[in-house]
Nanobody
Framework: QVQLVESGGGLVQAGGSLRLSCAASGRTGSRYAMDWFRQAPGKEREFVARISCSGGSTSYADSVKGRFTISRDNANDTVYLQMNSLKVEDTAVYYC?????????????WGQGTQVTVSS
């Protein structure tokens, strides 16, 4: 059983930066493609970013493109989300999730989430 644990959330002013981490228990390496999602109060969960198993391919939601960067360190079983130029509307609980493969839409594991709050 793999556990995903997010960290790095917090309170930041608009225009600031945060880096989220998603650490996987066990040696998952490049086994799973990884996604970040977020859910704001009263809203549905939305896709934020995606990275392939090898880390060679990434994609982003239009709302974060150019501001957020997803990366991974397979040697340390960790995925990151660097968030720059944060906006109030980025406030949400951020979740990481592991997909079975680059081509699968099925999620094997989810983290518990980390709160990001951006103040004006």
């Amino acid at each position: 059983q793999v556990q995903l644990v997010e960290s790095g959330g917090g309170l930041v002013q608009a225009g600031g930066s945060l880096r989220l981490s998603c650490a996987a228990s066990g040696r998952t390496g490049s086994r799973y493609a990884m996604d970040w999602f977020r859910q704001a109060p009263g809203k549905e969960r939305e896709f934020v970013a995606r990275i392939s198993c090898s880390g060679g391919s990434t994609s982003y939601a239009d709302s974060v493109k150019g501001r957020f960067t997803i990366s991974r360190d397979n040697a340390n079983d960790t995925v990151y989300l660097q968030m720059n130029s944060l906006k109030v509307e980025d406030t949400a609980v951020y979740y990481c999730a592991a997909r079975y493969s680059d081509y699968s839409s099925e999620y094997a594991y989810w983290g518990q989430g980390t709160q990001v709050t951006v103040s004006s």
